[in-house]
């Protein structure tokens, strides 16, 4: 038999602990605050911790609130839970000595203002609760929320389930320090009355709760049903898969079959499902119990003599009962929240400064023109700003960043100075190879016929015109060049797409920066998008130029290094041939005859391909560079980079040339926009609210101007 609890990330829950050991006045003070903000709808913009009972239809689910909180919940009845219903309980000394009940309606957060402003005219104050008047309220809540009464077609009810919470805060000065939700049950058998999509609805509340990682989940067996078969323990799974957070209560064990205690019991034990909160057992007023009017003080009578019968003697005495259970949830709760505190403060703060710089950023209003002017002029100064900085090297965020453009451009251009050098030209120039001689229709008939060589002396006889022998024609030098640079075109335009696509990635990253609004942003981009391709088809348009320039028109430069490199393989081709002839260092190393110098002797045409090869080589070398540094300077930084290109679009002098209808499209604000607005300054306020309610745990004075009638958002 195991009873220990198992609570590696909640601490163990101190079994032994006396009722008031861990009701101090800073954590009595947190739960306070957390019930505070979660009235004023900070749920909703964080996590809050919190306490739900989750279960099936007829798991025992209203008798066991019944036991923890005392009121008069519908027990036994044909009433099942349609909305969620969260009960407060607070410690006052101050308060009087009769409790005081408040009863109010808090509204989904998804629900419309006339609908809150309804369920906040819902409000009962009280000093006791019986179980007529509970019925009562609970049946006009149901009214006021628009769900079915008793008495009413249900099967033709257009809203059968409602994400409204009832809250009930009972304060007195003997009251226990807990807050508890109570969901709707699951049912798994569809009906006219509660339907399949119903069932979806109520399953997705359900998890809508349990899913917080904040939420403590109380599942309720009833003790009759197999385990293995609660959905509710499903879902507790899914959303709390080291059960961390999951505290199991077992129901109806008085009402066992004879022979199933056992399993019960290592239930109970912990033996079967280990959750590591533990498991804890109840005895709740029967159906029968009721019909014979045993009261609630009788049941705690009828609880402690039940858990001294055979098998559920040998519980842990610190495991049964509702007050041992009351008492475990508070401390749990209380704990859990102390842990929690300081990371919903910090959460607190940064989601208030997240939201108040959203709306920053948003600008004021903008009905009129001039502040829509005034906006955009504001967007178009901050983005030129960051352009210029992202231009000069100066970047705002690191590594790889879209923003970093300077960066990826330098590195596009190594990488089409690289693709340019080796995989430009078309054939591959040779170094001097000069061999003894042969008549020139030998060459083109001994060589591959990509060779250089080969095509070298095929474009030449085509071109051959009034020149003498061994002269070189100018349109055949042309021609040759063009077929060796026909594969510049391609690599240029591939990095110019490349540079295109960095800019496009770049405008989207700098507009979210300066610009938060995703709409406005957009309708930006759109504007400007016109002129935006019409730069990018100048910087094509330059490409052609410069290929015209270079493979199109008469080869020219008055580069030296032509001269040199032309110079440099005349030399290496004297060496070679000198070296043919035997010549070491200038000086011959044996014996030349006639007949040697013939045979190294070139013939006038083959000569003239060499000729050819090496001006071509020399006049490439130099244009290859050339083409190279032209394609970065006038295509990359004239006509992308550059004052007419796609990052200097928009900029002051472009929205000051906008008319009153562009203004109104562009910057204007829509229903959307609008819209948003008002729920950021709403949230910004709720915010600023809950900054000030925790400001009353450190400063021990509550704040004035956040009173609780403000907290229904």
């Not at 710089?357 to 002029?377: H, N, T, V, W």
């Not at 060499?610 to 244009?623: R, S």
């Amino acid at each position: 038999m195991n009873t220990a609890v198992f609570a590696p990330n909640y601490q163990q829950i101190d079994l032994n602990t006396q009722q008031d050991d861990f009701l101090d006045e800073d954590r009595i003070q947190q739960l306070e605050i957390i019930d505070k903000l979660r009235e004023l709808g900070v749920g909703d913009d964080i996590s809050l911790p919190q306490l739900v009972v989750v279960g099936d239809q007829s798991s025992g689910k209203s008798s066991l609130l019944e036991g923890l909180t005392g009121l008069p919940f519908p027990v036994a009845s044909q009433l099942c839970t349609r909305f969620a219903t969260k009960v407060s309980f607070r410690r006052l000394a101050t308060a009087p000595r009769k409790k005081t009940i408040t009863i109010t309606i808090i509204p989904a957060k998804d629900a419309l203002e006339p609908y809150k402003q309804k369920l906040a005219s819902f409000s009962r104050k009280l000093t006791d609760l019986t179980a007529e008047t509970f019925s009562d309220i609970l049946k006009r809540a149901a009214a006021l929320m628009g769900l079915p009464g008793p008495g009413d077609n249900i099967e033709h009810a257009t809203k059968r389930f409602s994400s409204d919470v009832l809250k009930i805060e009972i304060v007195g000065p003997e009251q226990q320090q807990l807050s508890v939700v109570d969901v709707p049950g699951l049912y798994h058998n569809p009906t006219k009355e509660q339907t399949a999509s119903d069932l979806t609805r109520v399953r997705a509340l359900i998890e809508s709760y349990v899913r917080d990682e904040r939420t403590i989940i109380m599942a309720v067996l009833d003790s009759r049903n197999n385990l293995a078969n609660q959905e509710v323990f499903r879902i507790a799974k899914i959303h709390d898969p080291e059960q961390t957070r999951t505290i199991g209560v077992m129901t109806k064990l008085d009402a066992l079959q004879a022979g199933d205690e056992q399993a019960a019991f290592q239930i109970a034990c912990n033996e079967t499902e280990r959750l590591k909160l533990g498991w804890y057992c109840v005895r709740n007023r029967s159906t029968e119990d009721i019909n014979n009017g045993v009261t609630v003080e009788q049941r705690e009578i009828n609880e402690e003599e039940f858990f001294t019968r055979p098998v559920w003697r040998d519980l842990d005495k610190r495991l049964v009962g509702i007050n041992s259970l009351l008492k475990a949830l508070a401390k749990l709760l209380l704990e859990h929240i102390d842990r929690e505190f300081p990371k919903i403060e910090k959460e607190i703060d940064l989601k208030y400064q997240t939201c108040s710089d959203e709306l920053q950023a948003m600008g004021k209003a903008r009905e009129f023109s001039q502040d829509q002017r005034e906006f955009l002029i504001g967007v178009s100064n901050a983005y030129e700003k960051r352009v210029k900085d992202a231009l000069d090297g100066r970047y705002w965020a690191s590594g790889m960043h879209p923003s970093n453009l300077r960066m990826h451009i330098r590195n596009e251009a190594d990488k089409f100075n690289t693709a340019m050098h080796q995989r430009g030209a078309t054939l591959t120039f040779n170094e001097a190879d000069y061999g003894t001689s042969r008549p020139c229709s030998s060459v083109s008939a001994a060589l591959v016929p990509q060779d250089i060589y080969k095509e070298i002396a095929d474009k030449w006889r085509e071109c051959r015109g009034v020149e003498l022998p061994g002269q070189i024609s100018p349109a055949g030098l042309q021609k040759l060049f063009g077929i060796q640079t026909s594969k510049w075109r391609v690599i240029a335009m591939d990095y110019i797409a490349t540079i295109i696509r960095l800019i496009r990635e770049f405008n989207s990253a700098l507009f979210e920066k300066v610009c938060p609004d995703p709409h406005i942003r957009d309708k930006i981009r759109n504007k400007i998008e016109e002129e935006t391709e019409s730069s990018f088809a100048s910087a094509y348009k330059a490409l052609d130029d410069i290929l015209i320039d270079e493979c199109d028109k008469p080869l020219f430069t008055n580069n030296l290094q032509f001269t040199d490199n032309l110079s440099t393989a005349r030399h290496r081709r004297l060496g070679e041939t000198l070296t043919k002839l035997g010549f070491r260092n200038g000086q011959p190393t044996q014996r030349i005859d006639i007949e040697t110098m013939r045979l190294v002797h070139l013939d006038p045409d083959t000569a003239t391909v060499y000729e050819i090869h090496d001006m071509l080589k020399a006049y490439y070398q130099v244009a290859l560079n050339r083409f190279v540094d032209n394609v970065s300077i006038q295509v990359i930084e004239r006509n992308l980079c550059g004052t007419k290109g796609p990052v200097s679009i928009f900029n002051a002098l472009y929205v000051g040339r906008l008319n009153s209808e562009d203004l109104a499209a562009i910057a204007g604000e829509d229903e959307t926009s609008s819209t948003y607005r008002q729920a950021l300054k709403a949230q910004i306020e709720r915010l600023e609210k809950a900054k000030k309610i925790c400001a009353e745990k450190s400063t021990g004075v509550v704040i004035e101007g956040v009173e609780a009638e403000e907290m229904v958002m």
